[in-house]
């Protein structure tokens, strides 16, 4: 026997003769559903192999070094741009005080609309048409190490940061030449009911810390964080910390589609416009002395689309978006002391300073948001064979039975 013929027997597939197939209405109806159904099987298989998925992972953060970005936009309706201070803290002892770079403030009319917009820093180089010899006086205190001339209070605002320096309170600039020449203390009063709205980024090192808003010239004194509370204080205008957080965020956003949260732990730039736990929170308070602290949880995040691998240096995958998502909750209270409202057996502490506090502090965990697709190719084709043999052979069985079922029929009729 050939070989030939012993591949022959090995034949899993057996054919039949032309002249013994029998072709049906019914066979040829199934056969068309099934293309159909085959088709649309396909189509869906596809569909699936093609879509993206997030898969999420909780990994030890393994950066070091790094300096986070904070993107903020918050709407003040009570305090104008003028007494309103940024500073920023951290444990590593970095301090930035009367933040001004990468800060945009724009002054609010009373309905809320905008006036203007303006650095942090309000006032004008108005020292310009001066004599060149001209040396302003700093009035008991040591110039300021910002003056334009060194020695010498060239401006108000050098006065007033000469005060700040050594902790000395400054009132409305009456009796100080450089601040009557500029018209401080009118310029303060015009501005008395306004609001004003703060955005920006602020970049802090990665490590627990602290930001906060709050009225007046800030400066350290026997290593404690103080503020010249009196034009905030010492008015009769309606000043009040009532605000509204528009935005606040850790680093870029992560796309819309990505799980929030995460983790369990968290809830809910300029890349995406995901939620954020803090986004278009409104406060409102009608008290002078009043303050609202913020104790936020950041936890480091990464966002791997599809093809970036995570083989990273120093912690950071290359083509990944890096970035942090947040928790928070929430405390405010009246600096006046006394019972807490929100909190029946609870008494507020007497003392304080009024404005917004944000304190931070770093997980040791990271969040790593990987796109995968859910499944592999070799799936994929595996559930393309299964697909068209599956139909194939249910097709085959449905169009027997009912070729059969004709039979019977045609046999009990004849008979």
């Avoid at 039949?16 to 199934?30: F, I, S």
């Avoid at 004008?124 to 003056?147: K, M, R, W």
């Avoid at 595996?382 to 599956?390: L, M, Q, V």
């Amino acid at each position: 026997m050939g070989r030939g013929n012993r591949l022959t027997r090995l034949d899993a597939f057996t054919k039949t003769v032309e002249d013994a197939r029998v072709r049906t209405t019914t066979g040829g109806v199934v056969t068309i559903s099934s293309i159909l159904l085959i088709l649309f099987l396909i189509i869906s298989e596809w569909r699936d192999y093609s879509r993206v998925i997030i898969r999420p992972e909780l990994v030890v953060d393994k950066t070091r070094g790094q300096r986070m970005d904070i993107h903020l936009n918050i709407t003040f309706h009570h305090v104008p741009c003028e007494l309103l201070t940024l500073d920023v803290m951290d444990v590593s002892g970095e301090l930035q005080v009367g933040v001004h770079h990468g800060i945009i403030k724009t002054r609010l009319s009373p309905q809320g609309q905008p006036i203007s917009l303006t650095a942090v820093n309000l006032h004008a180089d108005v020292a310009e048409h001066l004599a060149p010899d001209y040396c302003g006086n700093c009035y008991g205190a040591p110039a300021p190490p910002s003056s334009k001339k060194k020695g010498c209070c060239q401006t108000c605002e050098d006065v007033r940061d000469a005060y700040a320096a050594i902790g000395w309170a400054f009132e409305r600039g009456e009796g100080v030449e450089q601040c009557e020449r500029e018209h401080y203390a009118e310029h303060l009063d015009s501005m008395r009911n306004e609001g004003c709205n703060i955005a920006g980024d602020l970049k802090v090192n990665k490590v627990v810390g602290n930001f906060h808003f709050a009225p007046g010239k800030s400066f350290s004194s026997a290593q404690l964080h103080v503020h010249d509370l009196n034009q905030y204080l010492n008015t009769d205008a309606k000043h009040t910390f009532s605000h509204h957080i528009h935005r606040l965020s850790f680093g870029p956003q992560l796309p819309d589609h990505v799980p929030q949260p995460a983790i369990p732990a968290l809830a809910g730039t300029p890349y995406y416009q995901s939620k954020n736990p803090l986004d278009d929170t409104p406060h409102f308070t009608d008290q002078k002395n009043y303050n609202y602290m913020y104790f936020i949880k950041v936890v480091s995040t990464s966002y791997l689309p599809l093809g970036v691998s995570d083989n990273d240096h120093d912690g950071i995958a290359k083509g990944a978006v890096e970035t942090h998502q947040y928790s928070v909750t929430s405390h405010s209270r009246s600096l006046m002391g006394g019972a807490d409202p929100e909190h029946a057996h609870a008494i507020n502490a007497r003392g304080g300073i009024p404005g917004i506090f944000f304190s931070y502090d770093i997980s040791p965990m990271k969040v790593i948001n990987r796109e995968t697709r859910s499944k592999s190719f070799v799936g994929f084709l595996t559930g393309i064979c299964a697909i068209i043999g599956g139909t194939l052979t249910v097709a085959a069985a449905v169009d027997r039975g009912v070729y059969e079922g004709v039979l019977r029929v045609k046999k009990m009729h004849h008979t």
